[in-house]
């Protein structure tokens, strides 16, 4: 009785497409040369057995034997007895002499901010949640879903988001995105080419975003007490203002108590649209994360929150809790720009969040970066001026000369943000003597291992050695 062949011999599917008049063995001998050479077949994949690719062409075993023999001899092919034909792997077709090239330096230490340290995401306790929820989740939860989410995460998020950041979150008005930026593109698209106020500072990236979808970027400033909201009163034109309340990005400051009733006053009063980014909102250490905005005024504001920084960002995984008018909105702008978000790990995140894993590694994680925002604040004690320390997972730092203390942090393979590259451009409305200078430091991103040694190298950085 003959052996069963190893799911390893059985080889790849393959198209081949012979020529009219070709013969069958120099046209099968030419379709796959041009396969090889094409890149169509990769170097190390496995051919089909030559008895399943005959039954499949309709040519004899010999055929398909002969052609596999004369690509082997001429290079194309190599075969190994009891494993199988292979792509043999070929010169480069352009292969020349070496040329000398130009590679950007690649940062022995990474202070830059914007990601949370991804050596710690759960994953023994997303792989539970990811088992739990596929062997309870519904035959139709692999079908098409709804635009705004699955119910499970919806449901989830709003018992979450209630008793953690203080956000009136019902069900129907969770719409699940993948990631912040999608959930600035679609609100965008609803206000259909409206004049949208972005805070300045603020992330370029995230203006582009506006624009992109069809927004006009206008300025708002930033002090120590969080955005200016008192320039919105001149801006008759501006429909919607986006804000860091928690914890302005870039410069660290939580928008003032004051500011924040003026801010819904003046979306109260202009029947104007706040758009809030909870980025990282529930790293707060001196004392219970500040709650969000949304909570004072429920029908005035956009929250978006996401994973990103208490899990990963590979997961785009966000949510968008929105006033009752713009739900059906932007939940059809969602079914026309990607119908839904990915349905398993919303159910995975769903049971991460009932289960209360998500509580416990948020914990964990705010006190692991506490102790590290510590380590940095000791490092620079009294000899900077350090701002944003309260909450989040990076710090600015003032400095006299950003582009000398840049080129030095270059020179000792240190990456980090700094504040200029963040300042909306000059003519938008932001005078050039406000714009103060300093970097932008993570200290999320690093591994726990190589933050001492980042810390010292910054420290030797800011002191000019």
């Given at each position: ?26 046209g ?28 499949e ?66 994953a ?68 259909d ?44 034109e ?108 919303q ?16 914990r ?5 970066y ?57 003519g938008e ?16 991103t ?8 980042a ?11």
């Open positions: 009785m003959s052996q069963p062949r190893a799911p390893g011999h059985v080889g790849v599917d393959l198209h081949l497409e012979f020529a009219v008049g070709e013969g069958r063995r120099g099968l001998e030419r379709a796959l040369r041009d396969a090889v050479r094409g890149g169509r077949l990769a170097p190390g994949v496995l051919l089909p057995a030559t008895r399943r690719l005959a039954d062409l309709g040519v004899s075993r010999g055929t398909v034997k002969a052609a596999y023999d004369q690509l082997v001899a001429e290079g194309y092919l190599s075969a190994r007895q009891g494993a199988g034909t292979q792509v043999a792997a070929l010169p480069s077709a352009d292969a020349g002499p070496p040329e000398a090239h130009v590679h950007a330096r690649v940062p022995r230490f990474d202070l830059r901010p914007g990601s949370p340290d991804v050596g710690t995401f759960p023994d306790a997303w792989l539970r949640a990811l088992r739990r929820a596929i062997a309870t989740a519904p035959s139709l939860a692999y079908d098409y879903g709804d635009p705004r989410g699955r119910i499970e995460l919806r449901t989830a998020l709003s018992g979450y988001l209630g008793r953690a950041r203080g956000v009136l979150a019902p069900p129907e008005r969770i719409v699940i995105t993948s990631g912040y930026v999608q959930g600035l593109a679609l609100l965008t698209r609803v206000l080419g409206a004049t949208i106020a972005m805070e300045d500072p603020g992330l370029p990236f995230h203006r582009e975003v506006v624009r992109r979808a069809g927004g006009r970027v206008v300025p708002v400033g930033v002090d120590e007490r969080g955005a200016r909201v008192e320039e919105l009163a001149a801006r008759h501006v429909a919607a203002v986006v804000v860091t309340p928690a914890h302005q990005y870039p410069t660290g400051v939580t928008l003032h108590p004051e500011r924040r009733r003026a801010l819904t006053d003046w979306a109260r009063a202009r029947d104007g649209l706040i758009v809030e980014d909870d980025y990282d909102g529930e790293f707060r250490y001196d004392r219970q994360p500040v709650g969000a905005l949304q909570g004072m005024a429920p029908g005035q504001v956009a929250y978006i929150g996401t994973a990103s920084k208490t899990l990963g960002p590979a997961l785009r995984l966000g949510w968008m809790v929105l006033p009752p008018h713009l739900v059906d909105a932007v939940a059809d702008a969602k079914l026309h720009s990607d119908f839904h978000t990915e349905t398993i790990g159910l995975a995140l769903a049971e991460l969040i009932t289960s209360h894993a998500y509580d416990r590694h948020v964990a994680c705010r006190l692991r506490r102790r590290r925002r510590d380590r940095l604040v000791e490092l620079l004690g009294a000899r900077r001026n350090v701002r944003g320390i309260a909450a989040g997972l990076h710090a600015l730092v003032e400095v006299a000369d950003e582009a000398a203390v840049l080129a030095r942090a270059e020179e000792a393979g240190l990456a980090v943000g700094h504040l200029g590259e963040h300042w909306h451009a000059l409305g932001t005078a050039a003597e406000r714009r103060a200078q300093g970097l932008v430091v993570g200290y999320g690093p591994r726990e291992r190589v933050y001492p040694e810390l010292e190298v910054l420290g030797r950085v800011l002191e000019g050695g």
